[in-house]
């Protein structure tokens, strides 16, 4: 084994040594790790008269040390990927994918674990060891160790094939996402974009050493065009470049055929759909569905089409009142979809007297990052605090988080937008809690990355980056999938923190925190103008909180059109026959309010469905939206009954909902927590449409 010394991926004494990792450390490293894990399997392999939960122990140990590693080096991927960075991750990859495969088909650990549950033992585990032997026992089904033998090499190949075409799915969206720069050498045609915008913009065309102003297709870059920009034609070309990105349609690339993820869509989803028959179910939508809540695929498409019905007479108005306004007071009488954002944008001004630049003057990244971590200590009872680790960008920041001067967890928080990072934002784990062998506990530690407008240059001076309440929103809501993953109380690692929890729950956490983001006294808190430090007036904060369910019809609408072109895809689509974009029309026709252009190619870049680990499953935000809402609704009451019992409930939410990760089912969590099932209430009340 190589020396963990000279090797940063092979220590895992403590964090990881981002400063001294480099790509030449990766394939010595995870084939070392790859064969401690299988001399392992080797040694459990062989046939015992009795099964303890002791006996299986050492699985967890070597497979924690190389998901860490690897996990390090997929981050690491996703966040400075560099040509030398990709190539030994692809390298690698398909070594993890064969190793993690054969585990999942190993009939001999398969039988092991059969024996601990039909053990006398079984009994006198704990509720929650119980539940990770019964998730073992349903994912070597799932990972298919009842196969038969000739069928376990093709079920193999599927796995890294599937692999395999999701990262280059992945790598294709970031490439094409870098390749793009609009240049604008005329300041007149950048007319009603912020101040705040143009300066990123024309700092990054110095950067590339080019004179003007320099767009990309990162999302602080490109979007303020769509929602702010009086140029229809900048509004166009911009909208054409983000929508086609990554598909046959993307004209306005260098390498348009080497980009294109149409082929990898419909591979993946054949890949998929053999998987499932080869498993005997019906679909991959059949089998996303055996770890979640939902009860089956049909389930899931009468709660989203349910939820369309509910929410469509709200759509058609948002729309109808959009094309009179944007006929009435723009002059466009074919509103297309790049004008959507600017014309809303306009309306939600006129209608609600403010805008959403105006806001952003009030979200200086300092204080609100300071109100995050005020909001998290008054509702947990815990202190966040700054801290240090080698991190993989200068930008990057690490803290703490303790409760009565111990250390709970720890993170790092990666918040502005560069080449070489993937887009959106999210969470992920680079530790999980778990009790050493020595009796310690291991704290869990995670990522916490977004894509925000970095600090710029004005006169010499660095300016804070101004956050949009929408990006304030997003930050809460990455920074909930944090604390589910840092307050677990959990100490058997696959079922601490987000780990072992359904997928359809695991934004119940995230949605939940995003509610405190329309708070006044936590506004108080997070906001200064960045010109003369005062917090947001309350006249402006009722504006928006008037304006706050502002076109949530069309907005619903768009989320159940996405979660049910995914779900169809996954559930009765045939995908021999290629005709993707058949189903999404039929999907639009069915559902949507505003039809796309003919060259949208939204599909190539739905990372989450084809990179992302939400297959069949985009519908769980929509889903956890109503466990979230109505788990708010808990501290609602709290205030409405003189808030005693608010700091009460924030301690229950806690102890009933992140403390117990994945070590019961969701809905036992939920009810623990709300003394009852869930209910859609309080999300339609909370999204206007419940008159």
Known sequence: MTNETSNPLLDFSDLPRFDAIKPEHVTSAIDSLIAEANAVVAQLEAPLDEVTWATLAPLDDVGERLGRAWGVVGHLNHVVDTPELRATYNENQPKVVEFSTALSQNEALFTKYKQLRESAGFEALSDTRKRIVENALRDFRLGGAELAADKKERFAEIQEQQSQLSTRFSENVLDATNDYKLVVDNEAELAGLPDDVKAAAKAAAERDGKTGWLFTLHFPSYFPILQFSTNRALRETIYRATATKASDAGIMFTDVAKWDNSSNIVKLLQLRNEEAKMLDYGSFADISLVAKMAQSPQHVIEFLEDLARRARPYAEKDLAELRAFARDELAIDD??????????????????????????????????????????????????????????????????????????????????????KAQGAWMNDARGRRLLHGGTVQ??????????????????????SLFTHDEVTTLF??????????????????????????????????????????????????????????????????????????QSGMQTLRQVEFSLIDMHLHYDFD?????????????????????????????????????????????????????????????????????????????????EILAVGGSRPALDSFKAFRGREPSIDALLRHSGMNA
């Open 575 to 655: 995908a021999h026959n290629g005709q993707v974009q058949a189903l999404i029309d039929d999907v639009r026709r069915n559902f949507a309010v505003i039809t796309p252009p003919s060259f949208n190619r939204f599909l190539h870049s739905f990372s989450h469905i084809f990179a992302g680990g939400y297959a069949a499953g985009y519908y769980s935000y929509k889903w956890a939206e109503v466990l979230s809402a109505d788990a708010y609704a808990a501290f609602e009451e709290a205030v409405v009954d003189g808030g005693a019992d608010l700091f009460e409930t924030g301690r229950r939410f806690q102890r």
């Open 443 to 464: 704290t869990p530690v995670a990522y916490l990355v977004c894509n925000f407008t970095p600090p710029a240059m004005k006169d010499g001076v660095l300016q804070p």
């Open 335 to 420: 509103l297309q979809s790049w004008d959507v954002a600017f014309a809303s944008e306009k309306l939600r001004e006129q209608r609600y007297a403010f805008s959403a630049q105006e806001v952003k003057e009030y979200f200086p990244e300092p204080k609100v990052v300071a109100g995050l971590f005020g909001v998290i200590q008054e509702l947990f009872g815990v202190t966040v605090r700054p801290d240090d680790a080698p991190t993989w960008h200068p930008d990057v920041r690490f803290f703490r988080i303790e409760r009565d001067g111990q250390l709970v967890g720890q993170f790092y928080l990666d918040l502005y937008a560069r080449a070489g």
């Open 477 to 550: 809501h990455e920074f909930g999938h944090g604390l589910h993953h840092m307050l677990t109380e959990v100490e058997e690692l696959s079922v601490s923190g987000i780990s072992g929890v359904e997928w359809d729950a695991v934004e119940l956490p995230s949605q939940f925190m995003e509610n405190f983001c329309w708070e006044w006294d936590k506004l108080q808190q997070m906001t200064a103008h960045v010109k003369t430090g005062e917090p947001l007036p309350r006249a402006l904060f009722d504006k928006m909180t008037a304006a706050k369910n502002f």
